[in-house]
């Protein structure tokens, strides 16, 4: 009997030793929410937007 590959899932074990990870949003930057989230219009990917990566 195969048990397979499946893991318990543990919350929290995440290497973030009980940090909450800041969420930073990739189209205008700020904190808290994602970029599919954010209210601000979409930035446009140009030179600009790859020279801050």
Same mark, same amino acid.
């Given at each position: 009997? +195969? ?6 899932f543990?919350? =929290? +074990?995440?290497?973030?030793? =009980? ?35």
């Amino acid at each position: 009997m +195969s048990t397979g590959s499946s893991r318990p899932f543990a919350s =929290g +074990s995440g290497g973030t030793s =009980g940090k909450q990870r800041v969420i930073v949003c990739y189209n205008c930057k700020g904190e808290g929410h994602m970029s599919k989230q954010c209210t601000k219009p979409k930035k446009k990917r140009d030179a600009e937007w790859f020279k801050d990566k």
